[in-house]
């Protein structure tokens, strides 16, 4: 990436001002998906387009130019409403000392996101009084706690991946713990499943099957 860009459709050239980028969270890779980018500063400024047509470049970067310096609004939606940010407001200021240099902000899966084939993950809800917007962590208990952790949405309800390896019980199943708001909501356990399969667990701990998806409810 250059500090100049030459618009493809003409012969215009233009100074690069940022290059923002959006990781998931939890795989602290670019978000696949063309998310609704816009500045806000004195009006609302779009991202160039790449050769491709498209918002989204090939690194995963949105790249803003010749804007004046200053402080600015970063505004992102999802359009499938998977991903959603957790660390409002996000803001810019301009100029960087290195604009080639991608800025990244973190988004998260929403409770609607798909899980990744192959990756443990808990499709959780929050059953109890107050649990919107609650933080909720999860971890291997032979790890501990990573600084991963996402939100409940309006209804309690998650979705937490656990990308990576960490070892197995004796019957080949995880060891999770799970710590909500910082450890000031107990959680008194949960269910694991649904249906005739479903198993109940007390306390923090659980127990899951690795590398696939898991629904699970947790008492608070």
Not at 30 to 57: F, K, W
């Amino acid at each position: 990436m250059t500090a100049w860009l030459r618009v493809v459709q003409g012969e215009w050239e233009h100074r690069l001002a940022c290059a923002l980028r959006f990781d998931d969270h939890f795989f602290r890779t670019p978000v696949a998906e063309d998310l609704i980018v816009q500045l806000t500063s004195s009006g609302p400024y779009q991202p160039l387009r790449s050769a491709a047509g498209q918002p989204r470049h090939g690194d995963g970067t949105y790249r803003f130019a010749d804007l004046p310096d200053g402080h600015y609004d970063v505004g992102v939606q999802s359009p499938s409403r998977r991903f959603v940010s957790w660390t409002t407001p996000l803001a810019v200021a301009l100029p960087l000392a290195h604009p080639t240099d991608a800025v990244v902000y973190e988004l998260w899966p929403t409770a609607t996101a798909p899980a990744v084939p192959g990756i443990t993950t808990a499709r959780g809800r929050l059953v109890g009084a107050g649990v919107a917007n609650l933080q909720v962590e999860l971890a291997p208990v032979a790890s501990g706690f990573s600084g991963r952790f996402t939100r409940a949405d309006a209804s309690g309800e998650f979705l937490f991946p656990l990308p990576g390896k960490a070892a197995l019980e004796s019957d080949g199943r995880l060891l999770l713990a799970v710590r909500v708001d910082g450890g000031a909501r107990t959680v008194t356990g949960g269910v694991v499943g649904a249906g005739p399969a479903a198993v109940t667990f007390a306390g923090a701990e659980l127990r899951v099957v690795p590398s696939r998806e898991s629904r699970v409810t947790f008492n608070v």
